[in-house]
């Protein structure tokens, strides 16, 4: 989880932001839910049988600044990010069970797991 959340803070992500998970209910969504947690950021999870138009709607008033997806919903997520106009979203994806290549503008998480190991990146003030 450490690997994770150092990568996800070299990329910004910082305590109190707000990121969407848009995947399948699989091991990822929970090592990335717990490690938004450990950075002190908010995940807002959305459901996989969502369509384009209700993923845009909770991004355009949850605050998230950036949306993580799993390559199955790479389609509807394009749609979706596509709705949001002028909404700037910073946009992560992976490669999931159906190996489908990331769509370009997409920033790959392949491998962000496989950083040395690292203590823990927890960053700000606060109790931890």
């Known amino acids: 989880m ?3 959340a150092h990568s996800l803070a070299d990329r910004d992500v910082a305590q109190g932001d707000r990121i969407a998970q848009y ?3 699989c091991r990822e969504f929970v090592l990335l839910y717990f490690t938004l947690a450990r950075l002190g950021a908010v ?9 384009a138009e209700e993923v845009a709607y909770i ?3 949850s605050g ?5 997806v799993e390559d199955a919903l790479g389609a509807e997520s394009e749609a979706a990010v596509k709705q ?3 909404k700037e979203i910073r946009l992560f994806g992976w490669i999931g069970l159906n190996g489908l290549p990331v ?3 997409w920033e790959e998480m392949a491998g962000w797991a496989g950083r040395a190991d ?3 990146p927890v960053r700000g003030g606060g109790p931890h």
Not at 44 to 50: A, S
Not at 64 to 68: D, P, Q, S, Y
Request: proline share 6%; net charge positive.
């Open 2 to 4: 450490n690997r994770v």
């Open 64 to 68: 998230a600044v950036r949306l993580i």
């Open 59 to 61: 991004l355009r008033h």
């Open 43 to 51: 995940s807002v999870p959305l459901d996989f049988m969502l369509t």
């Open 84 to 86: 949001l106009g002028d």
């Open 23 to 25: 995947t399948h209910n």
């Open 118 to 120: 690292a203590p823990n």
């Open 103 to 105: 769509a370009a503008g």
